[in-house]
């Protein structure tokens, strides 16, 4: 079992940055690829950005290309999301999921453990 925790959202400008930590307090998951996603009101969750156990292969939605950066520090235990050049539409829950899949994976379903999410709000 994999426990994850998401952090760093919050309210921010459009325009603006935030960074998404997703930690698994005393548990290692060097070994899991991760992927961030998200789900605004009234929508279905969506992909956002995947990353492999070892951080050399990363995957992003098209739509979120050259604004979101996936990265991962696997002696803290940490994956995180840098957001930048944010639009209200970007304005979600953000859920980090571990899963022992390739690093490109993009289906939320194939991700085993799921963290309670983080409100990112971004207003205009």
């Known amino acids: 079992q994999v426990q994850l925790v998401e952090s760093g959202g919050g309210l921010v400008q459009a325009g603006g940055s935030l960074r998404l930590s997703c930690a698994a307090p005393g548990r290692t998951f060097a070994s899991y690829s991760i992927g961030w996603f998200r789900q605004a009101p009234g929508k279905e969750r969506e992909f956002a950005a995947s990353i492999d156990w070892n951080g050399y292969s990363t995957y992003y939605a098209d739509s979120l290309k050259g604004r979101f950066t996936i990265s991962r520090d696997n002696a803290k235990n940490t994956v995180y999301l840098q957001m930048n050049s944010l639009k209200p539409e970007d304005t979600a829950v953000y859920y980090c999921?571990?899963?022992?899949?390739?690093?490109?994976?993009?289906?939320?379903?194939?991700?085993?453990?799921w963290g309670q999410g983080t409100q990112v709000t971004v207003s205009s």
């Open positions: 999921a571990a899963g022992r899949v390739r690093g490109t994976n993009h289906n939320g379903n194939d991700y085993n453990y």
